[in-house]
């Protein structure tokens, strides 16, 4: 079976003050179905900016960029917008959940751009809390929640709409130890127990041991 | 959840903020309101006016008497179908703060002329045969609580000395526009005083109403009428009643084109507000629009959402607005002297317009944010610190 992502010779580079500053070099790279996937590297060196990329909620300056069969680097923006809700799991390192909803509509909000009935959207979003372990919670308002509860959300909303891929940019970033310790095994569980792909960029040497593979990023080359 | 849920819950997220530009627009479509409807009932008097009708008032100014023996020449004008005849006689009643329009009229053919004025056939008969006697309108016999049997003194100034009318008829509005404030009374009891006190000013009348077959020779019959005489020591002049109202309002022309100017200038600043409002709150959303686009939520998503969140609180300030202007017209009403603004109520026209004007800021204010969340990179987006 050929890779699920398969990025190939991306460039990338961001033009500030009309110089162009080169981000990523040519970078190629593959990764399996299956894979818990991470990418380390120093500040800077063009984790995000990959992941990103492979994403879909930027594009590359040059090369192609293959999600399964689809060159996602060849799609408009509209398309690029559903091929991304049907498609991606997104989880940041700031959780990012909208303040005014519960967690519960928090993680429905994907839902709300597909044509599932009210039933099944209820259904989905309470299989989601549960693998999160926060149906007590669900009525709770982020601020009411701590990081690690905040980033369990954050991780039920990427999974609500069962995506292919999870992308994760740092999402032990913000919490502490132990926190950190549950959302990657969470993680590690969404892997193996549920078969998803995962892209996790991170810093923190101990979040990378879950990791099926690891590859370094510096100065925008993948070493 | 429905995308609505989530507008209600953005557009309250700051309640200090949302509810002082809630107030905001409500104060401003009360002043706006009010503001209407002062200069429609500025305008009434124009409204009220009837094209088959024509004003003959002397040349140099309409302070100035015509001669009684005018009106059999008048009468003589090829489509003229009737002539009827006032003088402004003004006066005290109570006191000098009692302000409504008293006329001395031609009992005869006032209201044929004036078919707006309802005056009872029984009444009328009894108002026509006692020379003494007169005419109020509704709102006038409600303000000073007076019924037919009363008699209303009256201090004389234009025309000196006590007087004294007994009322024969309360004649009720036909239209809305239709000035209810008005007491009528006999000329001719006026001038067989006048002829024994001050001999040398009987026999003048304030100014003649003409009423034509068919307006649109109005023009042509003014001219006709003028004619008759033209270099005699009364010059005339004629002109439709509606140009002769207009023209006692172009003193005042100034003051009401400024109310006007003003009342769309509330808008345009509550625009401002309510702008700013949208344009803060927007920005400091940034990272969540960036999310919400992440997820897949497209363009007009975000346009619902920006501009749903803008109507809310531009709606809500409008409905409060609106609301708060009937009660606050209808007290003004009580406090304003009767004859001073006849007509004094909020036109269909001031709430439609309000209400468009409050949609048109809600709409107006979500464009800058809208142009700002669509042209917004993802990236950059979540680079964004408010
Ligand atoms: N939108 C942008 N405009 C201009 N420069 C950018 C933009 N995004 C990223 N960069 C630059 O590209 C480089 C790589 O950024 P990126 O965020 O990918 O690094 P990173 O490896 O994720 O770093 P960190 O570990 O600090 O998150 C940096 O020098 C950054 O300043
Ligand atoms: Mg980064």
Known sequence: MPPIIQVKNISKSYTRDSFAIPVLNDITLDIEEGEFFCLMGPSGSGKTTLLNLIAGIDKPTKGNIFIKDTDITLLNESSLAKWRASNIGFVFQFYNLIPVLTAYENIELPLMLTHLSKAEKKQHVEAALNVVGLTDRMFHYPKQLSGGQEQRVAIARAIVTDPLILVADEPTGDLDKNSAAEILILLDRLNKEFKKTILMVTHDPHAAEKASKIRHLDKGDLI | MKIFKLVFKNAFRHK???????????????????????????????EATAANRLVTRQAVSFIFPLPYTYRDKIQQVPGVSQVTFASWFQGVYIDKNQFFARFACDAETMFDVYPEFLLSKKELETFKREQNSCVVGEDIAKQYKLKVGDVMPIEGDIYPGRWEFVIRGIYKPRDKTTDATQMLFHWNYVNERIKKETPERAGDVGWYIVKIKDPSKSGLISKQIDDLFKNSNAETKTESERAFAQSFLASTSAIITAMNILSFVIIGIILLVLGNTMIMSARERTREYAVMKTIGFSGSHLIGLIMGESLVISIIGGALGLTLTFPLIQGLEKVIPKGFFPVFEIEPITIILASIAALSIGVLSSLSPIQRALKMKIVEGFRFVG
């Open chain 2, 16 to 46: 200090l903020r949302s509810f002082l530009t809630i107030l905001g627009i409500a104060i401003a479509v009360i002043a706006f309101g009010v503001l209407r409807t002062v200069v429609t009932a500025w305008y009434v008097g124009v």
